[in-house]
């Protein structure tokens, strides 16, 4: 599979790319200063300022670096007609999600917040040329699990129950691995969306990623954080609508 490269001086925006890639365990290479793209790489992310030094047909000018690592990895797998994706969703704190277009492995993603699940894949299907997709998620973990399939039911034409006995192994990435099981094994069909009931901890939790996602400008109210744990907002969305109400309070 192609790679990610990286071009720029800029030296904080080239530690918080290789931080987050790094974290995200996606491969990239570092581009030298001439400019010259190695074989291998598919997709360049720069600053716009230094956008006009490439030569190179896909490039990403983006200042925010998860904003710029979502884009990038949608250049990578963008391009093709797909009758069919199948879409593989391991359920938990860490959500390991994988991509399938008619048996081709596309993506494969771990998503560190069950809220930012629904986000992540809308960047993906965005990408990609289909006529429908099936989403199939593993059966473990109720509360996680029935708060992804209510964020994504309106993304896919279909959800699919998947006993993920046995999916998860030791390995390296293994979210990524169990997603990839989950893929490739049928499932019962979802009928109807699923409830979800947060515990007074989630909703603390989700608050504390608030202040990560907002880079500590704010904490959500719980009301919010009730909004996301139940999949009706993304934390995202959730940031932003808190944002604006302690805008208007000022």
Not at 110 to 133: I, M, N, P, Q, S
Not at 157 to 185: F, H, N, S
Not at 202 to 231: C, F, N, P
């Amino acid at each position: 599979m192609r790679t990610i490269g990286i071009f720029t001086e800029d030296f904080h925006f080239f530690y918080e790319l290789v931080r987050r890639l790094k974290e995200r365990e996606e491969q990239f290479v570092s581009i030298g200063l001439n400019g010259e793209v190695p074989a291998g790489v598919g997709v360049v992310i720069t600053t716009e300022a230094e956008r006009e030094k490439l030569h190179f047909f896909n490039v990403v000018a983006e200042k925010d670096p998860e904003r710029a690592i979502d884009l990038a990895k949608c250049m990578l797998v963008g391009g093709t007609k797909y009758h069919t994706l199948i879409i593989g969703i391991d359920p938990g704190k860490n959500t390991g999600l994988a991509i399938f277009g008619e048996g081709k492995l596309l993506v494969t993603e771990t998503v560190r917040f069950t809220g930012k699940v629904a986000e992540v894949l809308e960047h993906f299907l965005h990408c990609l040329d289909y006529e429908k997709a099936v989403a199939r998620i593993g059966h473990g973990d109720p509360t996680n699990r029935n708060r992804i399939m209510k964020s994504i039911w309106g993304l896919v034409d279909r959800i699919e129950l998947v006993d993920e006995t046995g999916t998860t192994q030791r390995t390296l990435a293994p979210d990524i691995d169990a997603a990839k099981r989950i893929a490739m094994a049928k499932g019962l069909r979802v009928e109807e969306v699923p409830e979800v009931e947060p515990t007074a901890g989630e909703l603390r939790d989700i608050q504390r990623l608030s202040r990560i996602e907002s880079e500590g400008s704010v904490t959500i109210s719980s009301e919010l954080a009730s909004a996301v744990a139940k999949g009706d907002m993304t934390l995202r969305q959730a940031v932003l609508s808190q944002q604006k109400l302690s805008s208007e309070d000022e």
